[in-house]
């Protein structure tokens, strides 16, 4: 019998809370996780991820909410009966025990038979790809490795939810890239729940069904890479989804869902991401990959078309980045097919549609009863 992950039909956080000092690290969590999914809890460091995370695993305790599994609260019962699988940062390997001990401890702390310890541990360990490794120490593995390890132990004991802390920040890039294809391999053959934290926000998109954006310890956004990646909640949400340019501008035209935006000597068209009225300081969003260097001007109809000095460019394989300043020394950063040299004046071209504008204050017109309701109406959607 292969491995699996123990049967449930919903984890859920209801209003979860964590205070430290009456300071609130993570405040009216609401989430709805299917099994099945993987979800990606994704912010800067601070933001309450690791907080919900650990309250999650029991090693929090909530200062206020549930957490319930098909009904029933698990939040009242210490970690180990949770039926959690935990992979750490750090990976937390015993430098002592062999890979197999490692990943046969859990196993054998919850008293399972010899016979069916020894089928799981092999088991898991091809999984993971390290029979040749079984019988070495941490220390005589790579770190890529070791993070293996980390998840074998932790798919070992079929828990009902893996969490995982940043479990790839200590990787180089190549061995980042290997290892989330690696997790989304087996969060799909195992038919995993995984509740992932990270402050990647290309990790997020790549590995996740749903992503929670977090901002100092309340839910900014929820929604799938997609929903985040083409309309973000707020300019929080869109400058972790790679909209690099945000720019304080003021609104003097709106019409329906376009606006006229004004300020470091631009005047642009512009799409109203948030409601908001002539005479506002807005901020607008735009992705570098949509703001482009152009030679030829037949493209540029219907777009946004300005000019600006070159002052950096970044070879990035198939394309250039481009940092570009404006005549009144605001910085950008573009994109070009081909390389512009330091010092030429460039034309840059953007489509209204993928410059968006926010209200500058994450709080503006938004009470708590909206906040909740459109985190609760996104998580029943």
């Known amino acids: 019998m292969s491995l699996t992950a123990s049967a449930f039909d919903t984890l859920e956080l209801k209003d979860v809370g964590r205070s430290f000092g009456g300071r609130e690290a993570l405040a009216d969590l609401n989430l709805t996780i299917r099994a099945g999914e993987f979800i990606a809890l994704l912010g800067p460091s601070g933001c309450g991820k690791s907080t919900a995370l ?104 079929e828990p009902r939810i893996v969490l995982m802390d940043e479990p790839l920040s200590n990787l180089d890039a190549k061995l980042r890239l290997d290892m989330r294809t690696e997790i989304r391999r087996l969060h799909q053959s195992l038919g995993l729940t995984t509740v992932y934290v990270t402050h990647d926000q290309e990790e997020a998109l790549s590995l996740a069904d749903r992503l929670v954006v977090l901002r100092e310890g309340r839910v900014q956004q929820i929604g799938t890479p997609t929903e985040l990646h083409n309309n973000p909640a707020n300019w929080h949400v869109a400058d972790f989804m790679g909209y690099r340019n945000l720019l304080d501008m003021e609104l003097t035209e709106v019409s329906g869902t376009q606006a006229r935006v004004s300020g470091h000597g631009l005047s642009l068209v ?71 040299q330091v010092g030429d004046e460039v034309t840059l071209v953007l489509d209204p549609a993928r410059a968006l504008v926010y209200q500058q204050s994450l709080d503006a017109n938004v009470s708590d009863e909206e906040r909740e309701r459109q985190v609760l109406a996104e998580v029943g959607s």
């Open 54 to 157: 650990n309250c999650l695993a029991g090693l929090l305790p909530l200062t206020h909410g549930q957490i319930l599994i098909d009904g029933k609260r698990i939040d009242v019962l210490p970690s180990e009966k949770r039926d959690f699988g935990m992979v750490f940062q750090n990976y937390a390997l015993f430098p002592h025990l062999s890979v197999a001990k490692n990943v046969a401890f859990g196993l054998e702390v919850r008293g399972v038979p010899k016979a069916e310890v020894k089928r799981r541990v092999s088991e898991a360990i091809a999984l993971v790809k390290l029979e040749e490794h079984a019988k070495k120490l941490p220390g005589q593995l790579s770190g890529g490795q070791q993070q293996r390890v980390a998840i074998a132990r932790a798919v070992v004991l």
């Open 270 to 340: 512009a799409t109203l991401a948030q409601p908001a009225r002539p005479g506002d300081t807005v901020r607008m969003a735009v992705r570098p990959h949509d703001l482009n260097v152009v030679t030829d001007h037949t493209v540029t109809t219907g777009r946004n078309v300005f000019t600006g000095r070159v002052g950096v460019v970044e070879y990035q394989g198939r394309e250039f980045a481009v940092e570009v300043t404006t005549s009144t020394g605001q910085r950008l950063f573009v994109h070009a097919e081909t390389a512009p």
